[in-house]
């Protein structure tokens, strides 16, 4: 069963526009939210993480917005560049460990000069 | 300060055969995770090691299996393998302990079962 829904599943997006990513989870057991970027032949680098006790996360032009309540955080991509074109993946885990990651199935993003 | 390690990068291996991948973890960290990333169902977990033991088990059968040594090393075997067993193998290791410890990924075991 998939327990992280992740959507769209591609996004194109302008350069300098915001690309916005959407994931829904069931498991209230999970606490920790991060989102992962990967790039081909890459493996995934964490980008940002969550815990349900925040509303808002933002590191540089990265922001993720978490609603407990509706068991749905998203990733928000401010100013986007060609060089942001990659796979983002959203992902949760449950009771503090990060071992243990359940991951969306990925949105490919491009990003158009 | 080196990444995590994976070995090899690619293999080609014959249906029925097994198969042996390896992960250094980063220097310190003691949780070394696998997963399995394939186009159809995306990255999936397939078990954890912390300590030598494995603390978390993914929905995978019985013919993957894995190991940690006391340097915190771990290697994933799997058995009889079957050509939907292709896919990029993927380990990740972190502190294991604490809030907040990022999971650092290596960049996978590319595996092709003809």
């Known amino acids: 069963q998939q327990q992280v829904k992740q959507s769209p599943q591609s996004l194109i997006v302008q350069k300098g526009g915001i690309s916005i990513i959407n994931c829904a989870y069931e498991?209230?057991?999970?606490?920790?939210f991060p989102w992962y970027q990967q790039f081909p032949g890459k493996g995934p680098a964490l980008l940002i993480a969550?815990?349900?006790?925040?509303s808002e996360k933002k590191e540089g032009r990265f922001t993720i917005s978490f609603n407990k309540s509706a068991k749905q955080f998203s990733l928000h991509i401010m100013d986007s560049q060609p060089g942001d074109s990659a796979t983002y993946f959203c992902?949760?885990?449950?009771?503090?460990?990060?071992?243990?990651?359940?991951f969306g199935k990925g949105t490919k993003l491009s990003v158009k000069p | 300060k080196a990444g995590v390690t994976q070995t090899p990068r690619y293999l080609i291996k014959t249906r029925g055969q097994q198969v042996t991948l390896s992960c250094s973890p980063i220097?310190?960290?003691?949780?070394v995770s696998w997963y399995q990333q394939t186009p159809g169902q995306g990255l999936q977990f397939l078990f954890e090691?912390?300590?030598?033991?494995?603390?978390n088990k993914g929905n995978f059968p019985g013919r993957f299996s894995g190991r940690q040594f006391s340097n915190s090393r771990s290697e994933m075997n799997v058995s009889t393998l079957e050509l939907g067993d292709s896919a990029l193998y993927l380990c990740?290791?972190?502190?294991?302990?604490?809030?907040?410890?990022?999971?650092?990924f290596g960049q996978g075991t590319r595996l092709t079962v003809v």
């Open positions: 990740a290791s972190s502190l294991g302990q604490g809030r907040d410890t990022e999971a650092f």
């Open positions: 498991n209230t057991a999970f606490d920790y």
């Open positions: 969550i815990r349900p006790d925040v």
């Open positions: 992902a949760a885990s449950p009771g503090g460990s990060q071992g243990n990651l359940i």
């Open positions: 220097s310190g960290h003691r949780s």
């Open positions: 090691y912390f300590s030598e033991t494995q603390r």
